[in-house]
């Protein structure tokens, strides 16, 4: 039985009948319609007070059948013929309207998110021909003719010097109204080889490296969270897309009450997400909040490429940076905790194979397997995070019996940890101008004069991953043995980058961490580095805020005397509170 799609409440059973019988149409292949049908088509809109919508592919085979306007009978992306950047899908699509005027815009934009050869919508009028025994009426009034246009110039001009609502290219042509006639002699061959051919020349003109995800960020703003917080939030997770690999295209924000239960935003911003995502040619939604499972389906059935969440950048960038075994290993746990309870919904055969952002790591290929395949490697994994603690803890216990001080450097990512423990103590630990350049805890070294004697001692001085704002859960709970460094050591090093303009947001995000830590670490000294970036004003109400801060430069050096004298006093008050 074939499926009418769409709203069906009232029809007869003769109607949907009427219905089904267009699947049995058949088309020459170079023309967009026949008379007849299209007065059928007529026929039946105009018999049951409703637009039809009837899809077929180049063949000229109707492939589905739908009660309502184009935006409201559209076939879902996913469900859409695999095509490229530089091609249509494959389908036109014959709609009726009971009204005479040129196609709405929604009608344009489903044109645009399906990617269709072609939209021909039907003016129909109820005065006209009589079916032969009585019965409906109906008459094709005008035509339109609508098709997608290359764009001249991303993100610059469209062909029709059109204002756009949504900040990007919409790119179609609508005819003027024309006879049924005129419409049924158009080539329609002639047209989608030469609307391919542009799209082909346009693709090679602004082709980029396959490798690199192209990128649509969304940000919601909630009652929850002020201005300037959504702003920063959104400014790191475009940081966090690019550290990842990938490359911004456009920021979209919707301001809500609070986010929606099935798509996060609103169904109007569902679709200009998807119309946006097709017109810039985006294979990647990145949100700037975390996603559940049924969001993320629903988002990808709309839009049709894949959606992740805040969460699983972050897991990507770590995926990429984990260096040494243990690092891999808490990686590999965090991948798979998080993506256990969302491998339904993820296309064939759970697939996440591919590469970009979301899935690479130790972990892919493990999400090939069952559940409980899955299961049982996470319970391996904690057991070796387990031995890792373990280990780790045997470690600090040697240096305590050694009764070698310990301060853990912490602070927000790309703080400049890494650095400042190169320049004190040589080390040659990987730095950047990255987010989460370092995810492996290292420990170096570093003599300072004693705070009474003012003679030489030594302390070890640990660089740490680095904190960002709401940390994950998943890294929480598998970097916990990397964590213990901060709260086993005697004190902590604080360093906040004075050059980031959100730099208090991010002394409070790493002090919420912190409280929120198992055990209570020890005293604290505020570090404020890059103060060869930042101006006047902004150093002198950091030295208001925090009058025992110390202030440095670890890429110019400066201020490490100084420093060296504040983490003495750190570790001498540390051990004799």
Same mark, same amino acid.
């Given at each position: ?24 149409? @058949? ?9 007849? /049908? ?11 007070k ?12 109707? !492939?589905?059948v ?7 009978t $559209? =076939?879902?992306?996913?469900?859409? &013929? ?5 091609r ?5 699509c014959?709609?009726t ?22 939209l ?26 609508a ?6 110039e ?7 010097d059109?204002?756009l ?16 006639? =005129?419409?049924?002699q ?5 047209l989608?080889?030469?609307?391919? *051919?542009?799209?082909?020349?346009? /693709? ?7 490798d690199?995800d192209?990128v ?5 703003m ?11 939030? %959104?400014a ?18 919707? $301001? ?13 911003k ?6 946006t ?9 990145v /949100?700037?909040?975390d ?6 389906r ?13 969460t ?28 256990l ?6 296309g064939?055969?759970?697939?996440r194979l591919?590469?970009?952002i ?17 299961? @049982?490697?996470?319970?391996r ?13 045997? %470690? ?8 070698v ?27 950047? #101008? ?13 003599? !300072?004069?004693n705070?009474v ?9 640990? #660089?740490?991953?680095g ?10 709970d *598998? /970097?916990?043995?990397?964590?213990e460094?901060?709260?086993?050591? #005697? ?7 004075? *050059?980031? &303009? ?6 409070r ?5 912190? *409280? ?15 103060? +060869?970036?930042? +101006? ?16 440095v ?19 001498h008050?540390a051990l004799n509170?």
């Amino acid at each position: 039985m074939e499926t009418i799609y769409g709203n069906l409440q009232g029809l007869k059973s003769s109607q949907l009948k009427q219905l089904q019988r267009l699947y049995q149409q @058949r088309f020459p292949s170079d023309r967009l319609t026949t008379p007849e /049908f299209a007065q059928r088509l007529a026929a039946i809109s105009t018999d049951i007070k409703q637009p039809v919508c009837t899809y077929i592919n180049r063949r000229g085979q109707v !492939i589905r059948v739908g009660v309502g306007t184009p935006s409201q009978t $559209k =076939i879902p992306p996913l469900e859409l &013929p695999r095509y490229g950047a530089e091609r249509l899908s494959g389908i036109r699509c014959l709609a009726t309207q009971l009204k005479s005027e040129t196609p709405k815009e929604a009608a344009l934009t489903a044109m645009v998110i399906q990617r269709l050869d072609a939209l021909v919508v039907l003016t129909v009028t109820e005065s006209g021909f009589e079916r032969r025994g009585g019965g409906a009426t109906g008459y094709v009034k005008e035509t339109y003719l609508a098709h997608l246009l290359p764009l001249i110039e991303q993100g610059v001009q469209n062909p029709d010097d059109r204002p756009l609502a949504t900040g990007v290219e919409r790119s179609w042509s609508v005819s003027p109204p024309l006879s049924l006639d =005129i419409l049924t002699q158009q080539d329609f061959l002639e047209l989608v080889e030469g609307l391919e *051919s542009e799209f082909r020349r346009e /693709f090679v003109a602004q082709q980029v490296d396959v490798d690199q995800d192209r990128v649509l960020i969304i940000g919601l703003m909630t009652d929850e969270t002020t201005k300037e917080r959504f702003e920063d939030g %959104l400014a790191e997770i475009a940081r966090l897309v690019e550290t990842a690999g990938g490359e911004v295209l456009q920021t979209m924000r919707q $301001k809500r009450s609070r986010p929606h239960p099935q798509t996060v935003v609103g169904a109007g911003k569902v679709q200009e997400i998807a119309l946006t995502v097709q017109t810039l040619g985006a294979n990647l939604v990145v /949100f700037d909040r975390d996603l559940s499972p049924a969001q993320v389906r629903n988002l990808e059935l709309e839009t049709g490429v894949r959606v992740v969440d805040r969460t699983e950048v972050i897991l990507d960038i770590f995926a990429q940076r984990a260096q040494s075994r243990a690092g891999k290993l808490q990686v590999e746990l965090a991948q798979l905790e998080y993506m256990l309870p969302r491998l339904t919904g993820r296309g064939q055969a759970m697939s996440r194979l591919g590469g970009g952002i979301g899935t690479r790591g130790p972990g892919e290929t493990k999400l090939e397997t069952e559940r409980r395949s899955i299961q @049982r490697r996470i319970n391996r994994l904690q057991q070796e995070v387990n031995q890792l603690q373990a280990h780790r803890s045997r %470690l600090r216990q040697r240096r305590q019996r050694q009764e070698v001080p310990t301060v853990a450097v912490v602070g927000y990512t790309n703080a400049g940890k890494s650095t400042l423990l190169n320049t004190l103590t040589n080390a040659e630990v990987y730095t950047a #101008d990255q987010l989460f350049a370092t995810l492996d805890p290292t420990t170096r070294r570093l003599p !300072i004069p004693n705070a009474v004697t003012g003679e030489p001692m030594e302390i070890l001085l640990t #660089d740490t991953v680095g904190f960002i704002h709401e940390l994950p859960p998943p890294l929480v709970d *598998s /970097f916990r043995a990397t964590l213990e460094e901060v709260t086993e050591a #005697d004190a902590l090093l604080h360093l906040v980058d004075l *050059s980031h &303009p959100a730099w208090q947001s991010h002394i409070r995000s790493v002090m919420t961490i912190l *409280s929120e830590m198992p055990v209570t670490a020890g005293p604290i000294l505020v570090a404020f580095n890059k103060i +060869d970036r930042v +101006d006047s004003e902004t150093l002198t109400l950091a030295q208001e805020e925090f009058p025992q801060g110390v202030f440095v430069s670890a890429s110019e050096r400066f201020g490490l005397e100084t420093l060296r004298q504040k983490l003495a006093q750190l570790v001498h008050y540390a051990l004799n509170p």
